[in-house]
T-cell receptor, first 114, second 113 residues
Framework: AQTVTQSQPEMSVQEAETVTLSCTYDTSESDYYLFWYKQPPSRQMILVIR??????QNATENRFSVNFQKAAKSFSLKISDSQLGDAAMYFC???????????FGKGTRLHILP | GAVVSQHPSWVICKSGTSVKIECRSLDFQATTMFWYRQFPKQSLMLMAT?????????EQGVEKDKFLINHASLTLSTLTVTSAHPEDSSFYIC?????????FGPGTRLTVL
């Protein structure tokens, strides 16, 4: 069975600084998708970034980028120029290409210090 | 992006009663919807996969007789918590599968007294 592990329950970063959230996963499949979701206090799940496993190039969305290491099964999220609005719970997630089930990690709560 | 709504956004009920939660895809058709449960300060746990026109597929450990799922149309799935008890109190989130990704509803907070 696939698993997603986030080893940092909480992190803090100074506003305008850069922070990296860690995520590792375990799977025996070769085709899959990885995601980072943001859950603010409203609890609405917001897709931050998506990575297809077959793509070697790391995905980037404005201030958000990932470091995808397929062999190491690692998928970290880097947030540059952190803003107060980035404060939220961040979930790393995995979806097999075989079915649509999304498996979430336990999450990392990110605090932004003014 | 596509919009998924949930109704109600919160509900309080007495122990032993049943509660229905609706999940709608507002601007797209979704043959597959998913129901998640989230306890405070915890992650989302997949409860079941809802397929239009067929029976839902439940994850291991989820009581199918307690959590009834009906996917009656391409835009609506419902979750009914039957004979609710205080331990069923939680945040329930649905998602709907579009072509390339899933979109999440805003969630429903259920409190059972």
């Amino acid at each position: 069975a696939q698993t997603v592990t986030q080893s940092q329950p909480e992190m803090s970063v100074q506003e305008a600084e850069t922070v990296t959230l860690s995520c590792t996963y375990d799977t025996s499949e070769s085709d899959y998708y990885l995601f980072w979701y943001k859950q603010p206090p409203s609890r609405q799940m917001i897709l931050v970034i998506r990575q297809e496993a077959y793509k070697q190039q790391n995905a980037t969305e404005n201030r958000f980028s990932v470091n995808f290491q397929k062999a190491a099964k690692s998928f970290s999220l880097k947030i540059s120029d952190s803003q107060l609005g980035d404060a939220a719970m961040y979930f790393c997630a995995y979806r097999s290409d075989r079915d649509d089930k999304i498996i979430f990690g336990k999450g990392t709560r990110l605090h932004i210090l003014p | 992006g596509a919009v998924v709504s949930q109704h109600p956004s919160w509900v309080i009920c007495k122990s032993g009663t049943s509660v229905k939660i609706e999940c709608r895809s507002l601007d797209f058709q979704a043959t597959t919807m998913f129901w998640y449960r989230q306890f405070p300060k915890q992650s989302l746990m997949l409860m079941a996969t809802s397929n239009e026109g067929s029976k839902a597929t439940y994850e291991q450990g989820v009581e199918k007789d307690k959590f009834l799922i009906n996917h009656a149309s391409l835009t609506l799935s419902t979750l009914t918590v039957t004979s609710a008890h205080p331990e069923d109190s939680s945040f329930y989130i649905c998602s709907a599968r579009a072509v390339y990704e899933q979109f999440f509803g805003p969630g429903t907070r259920l409190t059972v007294l």
